[in-house]
Nanobody, 115 residues
Framework: QVQLVESGGGLVQAGGSLRLSCAVS????????MGWYRQAPGNQRELVAT???????YYVDSVKGRFTISRDNAKNMVYLQMNSLKPEDTAVYYC?????????WGQGTQVTVSS
C-alpha cells in the first residue's frame, strides 16, 4: 500500500509562485516514476511533469521554463516549484507515483491563480 499527501496549494496572483510538496509513504520500490498532474473544472486530468528515480524529467510544453519538478529519494518526497503562474494554471494538482505496473494518487491540492 502506498499513500501520497500533497501540500502547498493556495491562492496566488498571476506572476506569483507556489511550491507543492508530496510526501509518499508505504512500500516504495527503488525504481519508480513520480509526477504531478492537474485537473481544471470541466477538463480531463492532464500530466504536468514527471521525474524518474534517476532524476530524468519531463514537462508538458505549457509549463516548460516555469515549473520545476524535483525529488528527495531519502525522504520519499516530490516537489513542484511553480513560477510565473498564469490563471490557466488554476486546477487541482495531484501527486502520483508509478511502480511495478501500479499507479497511486494523492487527494489533490487546489491551486488558484487570480488575474
Amino acid at each position: 500500500q502506498v499513500q501520497l499527501v500533497e501540500s502547498g496549494g493556495g491562492l496566488v496572483q498571476a506572476g506569483g509562485s507556489l511550491r507543492l510538496s508530496c510526501a509518499v509513504s508505504g512500500t516504495i520500490f527503488s525504481v519508480n516514476v513520480m509526477g504531478w498532474y492537474r485537473q481544471a473544472p470541466g477538463n480531463q486530468r492532464e500530466l504536468v511533469a514527471t521525474i524518474t528515480t534517476g532524476s530524468h524529467t519531463y514537462y508538458v510544453d505549457s509549463v516548460k521554463g516555469r515549473f520545476t519538478i524535483s525529488r528527495d529519494n531519502a525522504k520519499n518526497m516530490v516537489y513542484l516549484q511553480m513560477n510565473s503562474l498564469k490563471p490557466e494554471d488554476t486546477a487541482v494538482y495531484y501527486c502520483n507515483i508509478q511502480q511495478r505496473g501500479r499507479s497511486y494518487w494523492g487527494q489533490g491540492t487546489q491551486v488558484t491563480v487570480s488575474s
